[in-house]
């Protein structure tokens, strides 16, 4: 399961369990308990990432769901699902990207590291035909914009960024 806070101080949690996953999974709270929205997100999630504007980032691995038995959905072939807070999918990583020609493939960790930022790993990266080893990616949502690279170490479990005193990654 994952519990997030969003932004505003509503709290957002997904139920990622075999039978929940095919259902609406996932429920935006007030701090009182009230069910503000209640919609489904699949599954095969491995992060999700509250950002401004009210857009919910989910990260998908869909080798991992096929190997535990579900099925495999459209919105987890785009390796990042924008949804609003009723839990309309907006836009894909993939799609966006895309004009760039970079596609993603099985995100492994996700990690926000600003209000408009991501940087994620995923297991497969495509950029302009090339396919990168070991790739890592800063994403800015509002931008669309992708900076690429190879990292010196493969299949990550986390990924995060470290800021120096005056704030800067």
């Not at 497969?124 to 900076?147: M, W």
């Amino acid at each position: 399961p994952f519990v997030r806070g969003l932004l505003d101080g509503s709290i957002l949690v997904s139920d990622t369990s075999f039978d929940a996953s095919h259902e609406k999974n996932t429920w935006i709270l007030s701090r009182q308990g009230e069910v503000l929205a209640h919609f489904g997100i699949g599954s095969a999630a491995v992060e999700i990432s509250p950002l401004s504007g009210g857009l919910i980032a989910v990260a998908y691995h869909p080798l991992s769901a096929q190997r535990f038995g579900h099925k495999v959905e459209p919105q987890q072939r785009t390796a990042i699902a924008f949804f609003d807070r009723q839990g309309k999918l907006l836009t894909t990583f993939n799609h966006e990207a895309g004009r760039s020609n970079i596609s993603a493939e099985n995100v492994r960790c996700m990690t926000r590291i600003s209000p408009l930022e991501l940087v994620f790993i995923p297991e497969k990266l495509t950029d302009r035909g090339q396919e990168i080893e070991n790739p890592v990616v800063f994403y800015h949502c509002a931008t669309g914009r992708s900076l690429v690279f190879s990292a010196p170490f493969r299949a990550s479990e986390a990924v995060s960024v470290a800021h120096s005193a005056d704030g800067t990654p």
